[in-house]
């Protein structure tokens, strides 16, 4: 007892020794008297000047603490005067005792008023490189010294704290402002509670505000960490955005990360904001971002994203993601898929007004599917399935290089009608004189910049009004030479092929059609293109052409080059060229004017010519229709900027047709060569024969009749004169 009594004196008499001596240091030790030495030390450390301007107080029971006023540490040459790190107040402090018996437990470590300067000048030298430059060379630890056992933390908290990143080469400036954070203990794989808010400024036109709550558990020894639902509150303002912000809230059950092992996971992320703004609905756009589980394997440098599944005002979209090379060359894959929606009823809910159409049953039906492939230089949907009301679309689209802009597609469509999309005919602007109507510029910039190459295939198209079947068009286009080739279509019973190019490599462009149809039927192409019933016919047209111009004006005024047609078993519906001749004939003739017997049509079996067309004016001087009753040939002009036409025919009668009452009166006509005059609009031309040319023609030919009688009767009369001459 008398043992253990001593030894209770002893050690009370050592603690009391303790005691007194940390008293001392409390009561004679002022840390203030030591200001000019930290000062110059830290000066001498890192060449900044470090200014203490406000005191420091020294506390020792139940805590060893230190808490200093306002400091700061200097700017490095060139980047200002403003201090490169500054505070207003700081604190930290160790438990007294478990000190004494080895152990570190820091107390609650507090930080107001922290300001941060991180900037890059013009030439890129940034303002922090220096503090990271050794002045002396460590000396390695011992390697039998064992490793500090980590502290434990009563608390951390920082208080309107600010972060200043400029970066002057690039002109840009992001500020983290109004920081706040707040844990609990803090202590080894032991969980505590984290609490943060701050202020993240975009200059000029972004500011967030975020607000962070969790449970924190980090295990330093394993250095593995987790966050347990998280929650993440952001509000989004700024230019464009409302002035009351666009609310983004973040949820997830769980975020670990296996540093050691390079590994990290979240767990049921889910993402709700509603988007506001100019364009959008005054409700917004509500969207809805989850997904199931996402992993990544940095060592192995692999992720996966499962589960991925988003509501976008009613429009469902699901997919998934799984990477590889995800740091070197990351490449990512993965399904894409949107629920059927009518895009009718979804479009508003976006802001997006849907145009007026012909057909009010259209943007009732839209889904996709497809297969997502990104790279860093690349991105590409594959394996597309894609349906929208009566056409389902498949194939590829991408970009093969972002940098070069490189568009590529393959798509293969079942069916398109474009025609019903159209305006209503009741919304159609009322047509105009052509010299009325604007032309359309061409977009010499937008070309110049395209960089396409692909093909589109359409079993069944309308465009137009143009019926088409088995559409092929190529599409290449880079450094501003577009080329649709191969351009082919089975078209109104025949075929089409086609190369069409357009060179923009300078302000005026210049455009190349080399065209070709053939065994095409005429009439429903006529009433489909043009609206009108008045051609019917087979047959093959080929058209080499190139014209030049900043609008479509211009090149069809430039349009230079070569035609040539051929059409078969055909007619000129709403004329009728014979009963013409017979009536210009009973008004020569002043006889009754014939009736009509049968429909006002002129029936063709063959039509051919071939053209030049110089500035928009085709010169065609070898126009010949062959018909049952009569021969024509001719030549004329078709001026296509100005859609008219001025040819003069002459028409030869090969036979009467037996047809028509007065088939025996008009037997005079038989051999007969009647001028005839096509002239006026393309799409309404007008024929007449000529009768005063007819007349001329006719008398001209009378007169050269009795002009060879008379020279015969003269020939007959010499011829016996200079008999009787000789016979003498």
Known sequence: MRALK?????????VALIVLALLAVLLFVDPNDYRDDIERIVESKTGRQLTLSGDLNLTVFPWLALEAGPASLGEAPGFGDEPFVSIQEARV????????????????????????????????????????????????????????????????????????????????????????????????????????????????????????????????????????????????????????????????????????????????????????????????VPVTLQAKDFNANLAAQTMELSGLDMDLAGGHLTGALTGKE??????????????????????????????????????????????????????????????????????????????????RFDLSVD???????????????????????PPTPIPVETLRNLNARGQLQVGEAIFAGIKFTKLRLGVNARDGKVRFN???????????????????????????????????????????????????????????????????????????????????????????????????????KQQAVPERSVPVRTPFTALTGTGVMKNGVLSNNDLNVAMQYLKVTGQGTVDVPASTLDYKLLATVMKIPREGADAAQVQDLVDAEIPVKITGALTDPKVRPDLEGYLKNEVKQRVDKEKDKLEEKVKEKLGDKLKDLFNR
């Not at 039998?144 to 970066?167: F, Q, R, W």
């Not at 949107?338 to 057909?359: F, M, N």
């Not at 609206?531 to 479509?552: F, W």
């Open 6 to 14: 001593i030894a209770g004196i002893v050690v009370g008499s050592i």
């Open 93 to 284: 402090g160790v438990r007294l005792l478990p000190l004494i018996r080895g152990k570190v437990e820091v107390g609650d470590v507090r930080l107001a008023g922290a300001r941060i300067r991180l900037i890059t000048d013009e030439s890129g030298r940034n303002n922090w490189a220096d503090l990271g430059e050794q002045k002396e060379e460590t000396q390695p630890a011992p390697a039998d010294e064992k490793s500090m056992e980590v502290p434990t933390v009563a608390g951390l908290e920082i208080e309107d704290a600010a972060v200043t990143i400029e970066n002057r080469q690039e002109k840009s400036r992001q500020v983290v402002r109004d920081f706040n954070l707040k844990t609990g203990r803090l202590a080894s794989g032991e969980p505590f509670e984290l609490t943060t808010d701050f202020v993240l400024d975009q200059e000029p036109s972004l500011s967030a505000k975020v607000r962070l709550a969790t449970t924190v558990t980090a295990d330093l020894e394993a250095n593995a960490h987790q966050l347990a639902k998280p929650e993440i509150d952001i509000t989004l303002t700024g230019q464009g955005y409302p002035q009351e912000g666009i609310p983004v809230a973040i949820r997830a059950n769980m975020l670990t990360a296996d540093v050691g092992k390079e590994l990290y996971r979240l767990e049921a992320l889910n993402v709700k904001t509603t988007w506001k703004g100019e364009g959008f609905p005054a409700a917004g």
């Open 326 to 407: 995800i740091l070197d060359a990351p490449a990512l894959t993965g399904p894409l898929k949107l629920d059927q929606v009518s895009l009718r009823e979804w479009a508003p809910k976006l802001g997006v007004a849907l145009p007026a159409t012909t057909d009010p049953k259209v943007f009732e039906k839209l889904s996709f599917a497809g297969t997502v492939a990104m790279t860093k230089t690349s991105a590409e949907v594959g394996n597309i399935v894609l349906v929208f009301d009566d056409t389902t679309a498949k194939g590829m689209l991408g970009v093969a290089d972002f940098d070069a802009k490189a568009l």
């Open 415 to 437: 069916r398109i009608n474009a025609d019903r999309y159209l305006p209503p005919p009741s919304e159609q602007p009322a047509a105009k004189p052509a010299a009325d109507e």
């Open 486 to 588: 191969p351009s082919e279509a089975s078209m109104y019973g025949g075929n089409y092929s086609g190369d069409i190019g357009i060179d923009a490599t300078t302000d005026v462009a210049r455009v190349t059609l080399d065209e070709h149809i053939s065994g095409v039927d005429f009439a429903p192409l006529f009433k489909d293109f043009f609206e009108t019933d008045r051609v019917s016919g087979k047959g093959n047209a080929n058209i080499k052409l190139a014209g030049s111009g900043k609008n479509t004006d211009d090149i069809v005024k430039t349009l230079t080059g070569n035609i040539d047609f051929k059409v078969a078993d055909g007619a000129l519906e709403g004329t009728d060229l014979w009963y013409e001749i017979r009536r210009a004939r009973a008004v020569l």
